[in-house]
């Protein structure tokens, strides 16, 4: 729920939004899936609310969509249930609950939990010359060749996920100068090989919205991450590392960072 995501996977998923009572009711109609509402976006009052819910349900309505709502934070959970007058089926979205870090962890790789962290990166580090670059204008297209690169190898980049995050986060580094985003790169022996891209809000928090590198050099992974975490994001305390969309070695990967809690999400539906 940040302008830099709902920017680059505008066009995936059709977003619509109208505003009720200084509150936004944000929609989304991806092709070839069900439509469905984000939780209204605003300071919460329960009259507020139920005029958001009321109008988002109308709309539903009038073209023949069931009303869904999806990516529905916990906090958010006590207002579905306490003002929806109809009977209302919650289920919990494991796939797009958020991975939270403590920033100094990422950084320090600190204890037993982060042995096999270490041992990559320092794998990484003594076979490989390597270069940490700030991203900044003068290396989009680097890290658009990065991002081609990672995309040409996929076995599986004739599906329309793999093929729609490309141009998602293409979006992103081709606006990456309007938005309020920092990003980092590896070079590895002379040669662009990882690149990252994140973002700060506030003081104490940082979302880390991508991270492509060769899957052919063991370690790079673990080394752009901790890298970009030290360099960039130091001074925040939380990191959130997004979802893992249900994909078994996304989870994997994220799970062995140790994460010290998940932003849960709900599926809500009303009968």
Not at 49 to 73: L, M, Q, S
Request: charged share 30%; hydrophobic share 35%; net charge positive.
């Amino acid at each position: 729920m940040n302008f830099t995501n709902l920017f680059m996977w505008r066009d995936f998923y059709k977003f619509e939004f109208f505003k009720i009572n200084e509150m936004i009711c944000l929609i989304a109609a991806p092709e070839e899936e069900e439509p469905f509402a984000f939780a209204p976006i605003g300071n919460y009052t329960s009259s507020k609310f139920k005029a958001c819910i009321n109008a988002i349900k109308e709309y539903f309505y009038e073209k023949g969509w069931k009303v869904v709502f999806r990516r529905v934070e916990e906090n958010k959970l006590q207002y579905f249930e306490k003002h929806i007058s109809e009977q209302i089926k919650v289920e919990y979205d494991r796939d797009n609950s958020d991975y939270i870090y403590l920033s100094e962890h990422l950084i320090n790789l600190k204890g037993r939990k982060y042995h096999n962290k270490r041992n990559h990166i320092n794998g990484f580090l003594k076979k490989y010359k390597y270069e940490y670059v700030k991203l900044t204008k003068t290396h989009i297209e680097d890290a658009l060749i990065v991002g081609e690169e990672w995309y040409s190898k996929r076995d599986d980049k004739q599906t329309s996920g793999i093929y729609l995050e490309k141009l998602a986060n293409e979006e992103l580094l081709k606006n990456y100068n309007r938005l309020d985003c920092i990003g980092g790169l590896v070079k590895v022996n002379g040669r662009f090989e990882a690149y990252t891209v994140g973002e700060i809000f506030g003081n104490n928090y940082a979302v880390i919205h991508i991270e492509k590198a060769n899957s052919d050099i063991k370690g790079l992974y673990s080394f752009i991450n901790q890298k970009f975490c030290e360099n960039e994001l130091g001074n925040v305390l939380f990191i959130n590392r997004e979802q893992d969309l249900g994909i078994k070695s996304l989870r994997r990967a994220k799970n062995s960072y140790n994460p010290i809690k998940y932003t849960n999400k709900y599926n809500i539906y009303i009968n």
